[in-house]
């Protein structure tokens, strides 16, 4: 392991969590003449060959020793003084493994540097939730691993896992993964009923105009407003979408776009549409119509769809075919011809309606405390903690102690069923509470000097009266 930790010389700061190993390996695959062809998948792939089957087999083993003591639930995480160790199975006898570095605080002793782990500052729930959205991402984009082996063996399972993860591990942010990824939930716009019925109004028509399209779903400023599919097939689209698609596509034009624009229309040929997927340009008659295929439903129906996003301003919209159906120049002409002139204007009435609203609320203040909050029956997300964005990445504007002590309240709340609350006083003046109720979490930051337990719930309970509408918690 020292190889890794001279780059860490010459600084005196914690150095962070990075990964070591991410493997996927099927332990039923008896070779004994050759090992190593139950190894799917290896990061990193420069690994010598017998350290590839060593560290598979350790892997293995301990998944095997665990199971001797419970059958039905054999390990998710291995705690050791350099690594940490997650283990996933998502489906039966596939197994993915992901290793992570322990923090290092560099100290030095006798002028020479001197290393010690944090051990206990990564959250288990958090980096298993991290893996297993690495299996959700490439079940989205790939089906699963029995279809793959279906489709043409090991051979066509290894090629699939070597091209989507080789890219995948790269946009992994294991530094900033904090109780967001424990939730992947959604974050749902604000919206008055009149400006809902005129989305959905859209969405009737285009459904009825592009009589392929088998679902739809409807974004504004990176937030979901509709959405036909199911939630868990909907909240790894979602995160595809705020984290990889649209980062990329972020428009260079001027902030003020989205200014009301009807008046300028001439007709209704003008337009600000255009596809995120799919042809580049629609005047070209050699352009390529190719949109990524992704698969739904994969424990029902099994429905394999082409993913067309469209694009107008800050309002996006999905729409999903049959994959049987080739789309054709022909119709990404049509779709952009009808979506665009009614896309854009939308955008635009959504964007006068929420400044309408912003103007009646005031003007947003930094609120003196922070919160998370999640809802398990329609995923729903809010946070004020993760205000600071990179184009892919919600940034904690927290102390990282703080965001590890949200992460031990969740855990604790996963291990009972009855609705709770917990309070801590954390460092200096920081008070952090946590609160359950009905499959509703809701998790609190304050910041006040000289407050005691009953002030610091009066400060909660003001929260959600003004952020829930009183709809959270009974007391």
């Known amino acids: 392991d020292q190889h890794l930790l001279p780059a860490c010389r010459g600084t005196q700061a914690r150095r962070g969590i990075w990964l070591l190993l991410f493997d996927i390996f099927n332990p039923d695959w008896m070779f004994p003449e050759i090992e ?6 290896y990061h990193p792939n420069e690994v010598e060959k017998n350290e590839k089957i060593r560290n598979v087999g350790l892997c293995e083993a301990i998944v095997q020793f665990t199971r001797t003591f419970s059958p039905t639930k054999p390990a998710k995480s291995l705690h050791t003084q350099k690594n940490r160790q997650f283990f996933h199975e998502p489906e039966e006898n596939f197994w993915m493994v992901m290793v992570v570095r322990n923090p290092i605080i560099e100290k030095h002793k006798d002028g020479k540097p001197v290393y010690e782990y944090q051990e206990e500052e990564l959250l288990d729930k958090v980096y298993s939730s991290v893996l297993q959205q690495c299996y959700s991402m490439y079940k989205l984009f790939n089906g699963t691993f029995l279809r793959a082996m279906e489709d043409g063996g090991v051979k066509v399972l290894k090629e699939r896992l070597e091209k989507f993860f080789h890219r995948y591990l790269q946009t992994l942010h294991l530094q900033s993964c904090d109780l967001l990824d424990v ?3 959604i974050s749902f716009f604000p919206l008055d009923k009149m400006t809902y019925l005129k989305i959905q109004s859209f969405i009737n028509r285009m459904e009825e105009s592009l009589n392929i399209v088998k679902y739809t779903a ?3 400023n990176d937030q979901l407003i ?9 909240r790894i689209l979602y995160k595809y979408l705020t984290t990889s698609l649209f980062p990329r596509h972020m428009e260079p034009e001027l902030a003020g776009r989205d200014s009301p624009i009807r008046a300028e229309m001439p007709g209704n040929l003008q337009h600000y549409g255009r596809f995120l997927t799919g042809p580049l340009n629609l005047n070209d008659p050699e352009t390529k119509c190719r949109f990524p295929k992704i698969f739904v439903n994969t424990d029902d129906t099994y429905e394999e769809l ?4 469209y ?8 729409f999903m075919i049959d994959a049987s159906i080739p789309p054709t120049l022909e119709f990404c002409r049509k779709l952009d011809s009808i979506v665009g002139p009614q ?9 006068e309606q929420y400044n309408i609203n912003k103007r009646i609320s005031g003007a947003e203040k930094e609120p003196q405390f922070k919160f998370i909050y999640f809802n398990h029956m329609n ?3 809010k946070s004020t903690i993760h205000m600071r964005k990179t184009p892919s990445v919600s940034l904690a504007s927290v102390h990282p102690d703080l965001m590890k002590i949200l992460g031990d309240i969740n855990s604790d709340f996963s291990r009972v069923d009855e609705d709770e609350e917990i309070i801590v006083k954390a460092m200096s003046d920081y008070w952090v509470v946590g609160k359950k109720s009905d499959q509703r979490e809701l998790y609190v930051i304050l910041n006040q000097k000289n407050v005691n337990l009953i002030e610091v719930n009066e400060e909660v309970k003001k929260l959600c009266a003004t952020q829930f509408n009183n709809i959270f918690f009974l007391d």
């Open 218 to 220: 409807f974004l504004y």
């Open 311 to 318: 694009k107008a301003m800050s309002a996006a919209v999905c």
């Open 379 to 381: 995923l729903a997300e």
């Open 226 to 234: 509709w959405s036909g599919l199911e939630q868990d097939d909907m």
């Open 36 to 41: 190593e062809k139950k190894i799917l998948f």
């Open 343 to 351: 896309l854009t204007v939308l955008a635009s009435d959504i964007c």
């Open 183 to 185: 939730f992947c939930g």
């Open 306 to 309: 082409h993913l067309i996003v």
